[in-house]
């Protein structure tokens, strides 16, 4: 049997690394993808195995071609994201929200509309979001409607695309370099708190929410759902 061909959209690092990674692990012919070259590279020397593509996932045609170059495709795993949008919304700067909306929401719904002309039926399309609009966090509305956004896209496309699967996995907090813009102190001391609060008491790993992605990509029974993977942050009273 040949083996599943996927594509990581996002998978120069954190969850989207950690997300390669699984699906090589499995026996999938993986490629990655990023607009920063020298990350694809040195996350390509951590895979075993995979492919890159640096390429803007705003831009339609980039993303076709690295489609066209991988052949028929199985799972496409969509882990775009950006690190504007948080903040209180009295003094929250709207323009950065806009950027937000580009750099997550439209680039993660370009990719899956170009996808669709590419997936094989029975295949399987994966946003990845976060738990934000569902979290009640001060300070988190713009994120909230970035990732909300993209939540209510899920069960349309499902019905749209079908029979290609299409689903979210939706983690909490989770320690990644998407934090890194945040001073080490604060960032501590948030994380400290998450830890204390949450019915798990700790944050998350990018390799436990790779294991979900991977799972519900690979799943052929699952589609038009949201999985939440938050250490029970949704049912935390705020």
Request: with cysteine; aromatic share 4%.
């Amino acid at each position: 049997m040949d083996p599943r061909v996927a594509i990581v959209f996002g998978g120069g690092s954190g969850i989207g690394e950690a997300t390669a990674r699984v699906l090589a692990k499995a026996g999938a012919q993986v490629t990655i993808t990023g607009r920063d070259e020298a990350k694809l590279v040195a996350a390509a020397k951590r895979i075993e195995g995979v492919r890159t593509a640096s390429v803007d996932a705003l831009d339609a045609n980039a993303v076709a071609r690295v489609f066209e170059a991988a052949g028929p495709v199985d799972d496409v795993v969509i882990c775009v994201s950006g690190g504007k949008g948080a903040g209180l919304v009295r003094g929250l700067d709207l323009h950065h929200v806009r950027e937000a909306f580009e750099a997550k929401t439209m680039a993660q719904l370009t990719v899956a509309q170009v996808a669709a002309r590419y997936v094989r039926p029975g295949g399987s399309i994966t946003f990845v979001t976060a738990a934000s609009p569902r979290s009640v966090i001060r300070g988190t509305a713009g994120l909230a409607a970035v990732n909300g956004a993209l939540e209510a896209l899920i069960p349309i496309l499902a019905l749209e695309l079908a029979p290609i699967r299409v689903n979210a996995v939706s983690p909490g907090i989770v320690d990644t370099a998407w934090w890194d813009g945040m001073p080490k102190q604060v960032k501590d001391s948030f994380f400290a708190t998450a830890a204390a609060t949450l019915p798990v008491r700790r944050v998350g790993n990018a390799d436990e929410v790779a294991e979900l992605i991977a799972l519900v990509a690979r799943t052929g029974f699952m589609s038009g759902s949201v999985y939440e993977i938050d250490g029970g942050s949704h049912i935390v009273t705020q």
